[in-house]
């Protein structure tokens, strides 16, 4: 068997399920996958960020060519698939041309409606076995990050490893084999999920500090204590309204050690002066 492993230049995620492995064909085993794009042109762009990278799938197909020359002997195109069948190779690497897909709609494709995602992108298909998760990291400082962190319209690079053999049997086949081995997150872009990537809380609220907070300094860091209430400003249970008795003069003085305010008795529970004084709250 001939093998080589490769990193991709920077391309596009789609088709991404990286947290748990899936059946995407009725009879198919449990696979993780994630389908990279590459932009024809072979430079990707983020217009957000005003930045444009290198991003071409040319070091994936010189790759394929290596090993199957020097498993096969033989010079190979891996968008002749008439070809590849004559030769007996199964299951070749498919390079989807993006100008061809159609758009779909509840599943299904839309005739003479081409999809406006993959338009202008050479697209692969990337899997790996069920008990073989790739691992993936984020590409500021390669931490290792949750799986379910890479979504389809984010940038990554791919580490595959490549290989071409000959089945045994009575009936041998020639077989290119592509595993997608580790993931890194390079850069955020639009969701083609619709939800978008999520934004740090410390770059949501930039520049919207609140200046006469009380919270103290460090505040949230180790284990989180609230902030103890202030003494609430007025009593519970609310005390019980009396019945009402004849107009009392207009001037009302509050008794000395009332346990409740003016301003809560009329505001807080609607008492008028006529309430308060029978209670014994006022004179």
């Known amino acids: 068997m001939?093998?080589?492993t490769i990193i991709t230049d920077i391309c596009r995620a789609s088709y991404v399920h990286l947290k748990e492995p899936k059946k995407f064909q009725e009879n198919d085993d449990l696979k993780y996958r994630l389908s990279p794009m590459w932009p024809k042109s072979g430079t990707g762009s983020i217009t957000a960020l005003g930045v444009t990278f290198p991003s071409s799938r040319q070091n994936v197909v010189d790759a394929i060519k290596q090993v199957v020359m020097e498993e096969f002997g033989f010079d190979f195109d891996p968008?002749?698939?008439?070809?590849?069948?004559?030769?007996?190779?199964?299951?070749?690497?498919?390079?989807?041309d993006g100008d061809t897909v159609l758009r779909k709609e509840n599943g299904l494709p839309v005739p003479g409606q081409f999809d406006p995602i993959a338009a202008g992108n050479?697209?692969?298909?990337?899997?790996?076995p069920q008990g073989e998760q790739p691992g993936c990291v984020e590409g500021r400082n390669l931490s290792p990050i949750d799986p379910s962190a890479i979504y389809s319209g984010c940038w990554v690079r791919c580490q595959i490893e490549v290989s071409a053999f000959v089945t045994k049997g009575t009936t041998p086949s020639r077989i290119i084999s592509i595993k997608l081995?580790?993931?890194?997150?390079?850069?955020?872009?639009e969701s083609f999920g619709g939800a978008g990537p999520k934004q740090e809380a410390s770059s949501a609220f930039a520049g919207m500090a609140v200046a006469n907070t009380n919270l103290s300094a460090g505040v949230g860091q180790g284990s989180f204590q609230p902030v103890a209430p202030a003494a609430p400003g007025k009593p519970a249970p609310m005390p019980p309204k009396p019945a009402p008795v004849a107009p009392m003069a207009p001037v009302l003085t509050m008794n000395p050690g009332c346990e409740y305010t003016y301003e809560y008795l009329s505001k807080e529970c609607g008492w008028t002066d006529h309430d308060i004084v029978p209670a014994g709250y006022a004179t």
């Open 2 to 4: 001939a093998s080589v």
């Open 122 to 128: 050479w697209i692969l298909n990337l899997t790996a």
């Open 181 to 189: 081995l580790n993931v890194m997150m390079c850069y955020d872009d």
């Open 79 to 96: 968008d002749n698939a008439t070809l590849a069948k004559q030769y007996g190779i199964q299951f070749p690497p498919n390079f989807k």
